[in-house]
């Protein structure tokens, strides 16, 4: 092959990848799904409380002393939550704290562990009954719509399901150990 020929294949070779190149840049650019839909930043409460009467009364048809009465309720289960959680978060610290030491205590991280599990069966329990007293605030009919709303709440936070409909086998190490007979 003559130089002639080499520079030519050299050139088209070069104008092929940068052409190549922009094409990926712009499928890139212009071909990507949208994302979620951008917040304009942290939701104050005002906005929040507005949002929630709003869920309320057009999924569960609340009058405005139901709405409120919710709200309140609402605040009083947030706060109760929250300082569980805050103790919870102590707790963990203090647990992993215990892993930097230099002869760690095992005792110790297990009764912290059993304190963080009676704090966090305290905030289930605080939920349970959190959902219970919406409910009592919820008229008859309401509550058909509750139970629908609670169903759907519960189906967009479960894991998808397997393909063959069957259970997925838990991660390595949850599995129950093997009993000797």
């Known amino acids: 092959m003559d130089i002639f020929k080499q520079k030519r294949n ?6 092929m990848l940068v052409a190549l190149n ?8 212009f071909g990507k799904p949208p994302g979620p839909p951008q917040q304009r930043g942290p939701i104050n409460g005002e906005e929040d409380m507005f ?3 709003q869920l309320l009364k057009n999924e569960l048809g609340f009058d405005e002393q139901q709405a409120k009465e919710y709200l309140k309720l609402r605040f009083e289960h947030q706060t109760a939550a929250a ?13 992993f704290d215990e892993v930097l030491e230099d002869t760690p205590l095992p005792i110790l991280s297990d009764s912290l562990l059993k304190l963080i599990q009676e704090k966090q069966a305290r905030i289930e329990l605080l939920t349970f009954e ?8 919820c008229k008859p009919d309401q509550q058909d ?7 759907e709440m519960f189906r967009q936070n479960s894991p998808p399901p397997a393909e063959d409909g069957m259970r997925p ?11 000797a007979n």
């Open 130 to 137: 959190h959902f219970l007293d919406l409910k009592k605030i």
């Open 145 to 151: 719509n509750l139970k629908i709303l609670m169903n």
């Open 51 to 53: 949002r929630v009467q």
């Open 83 to 95: 300082q569980l959680d805050s103790e919870v978060r102590q707790l963990k610290k203090q647990m």
């Open 10 to 15: 050299l050139v088209f070779v070069i104008i």
């Open 169 to 179: 086998p838990p991660p390595p190490g949850d599995e129950p150990p093997h009993r």
């Open 22 to 29: 922009l094409a990926l840049i712009a499928l890139l650019w």
